[in-house]
């Protein structure tokens, strides 16, 4: 495939960035979308050129770290997938992509496609934990009754890999889908019903401190997520949150 690329370059998190474009030949429609990126690095360090900034770590959809906007979506094209998941025979030969890195206030661009996502880790330093008992007399999980139902919604909502795409694709850079993904984990399981109160509340209050907006019900985040994560996981958030306020 012979690809033009329009891609993202920015120095650092003060300089001006622009759209820089790069012509590229010979890439195999099986390769995944980074891999692609890898080949367009290679070719830019052999020419002397700074190759180009990108997050990455498990390359299998895990980790959440391979941030991109591709074409003008969280993830390029395809549903359900993370871009270390994306192949190039979404593309088409002599296809213009352009590549941006996720935007929201609350992640500042780092350097070229790289945002720092702290603000994420804050959220979950702040709640997005259970504290339980590890002194050698800990209950089996598998003594504690939990129903099919209950345990298979948390097990969709601890399905989030935290990448922020939900944020890049809200108008409003709102969390709430990430934020009600961890509140929910929990909040279904008796482990996490002891602090729910408190968590909720924490996070919800680090979410706004991060400056994340709020969530208006467009939708695009659901849409957008590679983990397929429920808007129902919004409405739970909402209903713990108001709970813990009231009693
Ligand atoms: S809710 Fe989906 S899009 Fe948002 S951080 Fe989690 S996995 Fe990514
Ligand atoms: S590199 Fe880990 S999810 Fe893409």
Excluded at 120 to 148: C, E, L, M, W, Y
Aim: with cysteine.
């Amino acid at each position: 495939m012979r690809l033009t690329l329009k891609i993202w370059r920015q120095e650092n998190a003060q300089a001006k960035g622009a759209m820089v474009t790069y012509p590229i030949d010979n890439i195999s429609p099986d390769m995944s979308f980074l891999e692609m990126m890898d080949v367009l690095n290679k070719e830019l360090i052999e020419k002397g050129e700074s190759p180009v900034a990108f997050d990455h770590d498990c390359r299998e959809g895990i980790c959440g770290m391979c941030s991109m906007f591709i074409n003008g979506e969280a993830h390029g094209p395809d549903r359900n997938v993370t871009t270390c998941q994306l192949h190039m025979r979404k593309f088409k030969d002599g296809d213009t992509i352009h590549i941006e890195p996720f935007r929201a206030k609350a992640f500042p661009v780092i350097r070229d496609l790289v945002i720092d996502r702290s603000a994420f880790d804050r959220i979950q330093h702040a709640g997005g934990f259970i504290s339980v008992n590890t002194s050698g007399n800990t209950q089996d999980a598998n003594a504690i009754p939990i129903s099919k139902h209950a345990a298979d919604t948390a097990m969709d909502a601890a399905a989030c890999i935290g990448c922020g795409a939900c944020v890049a694709t809200c108008k409003n850079s709102s969390a709430m889908l990430f934020v009600g993904a961890k509140v929910s984990q929990f909040a279904l399981l008796p482990q996490g019903k002891v602090e729910a109160a408190d968590r909720v509340q924490h996070m919800v209050d680090q979410m706004d401190l991060e400056g994340f907006g709020n969530c208006t019900n467009t939708g695009a985040c659901e849409v957008e997520c590679p983990k397929g994560i429920s808007l129902e996981n919004i409405a739970r958030m909402n209903r713990e949150l108001l709970k813990a306020k009231l009693f």
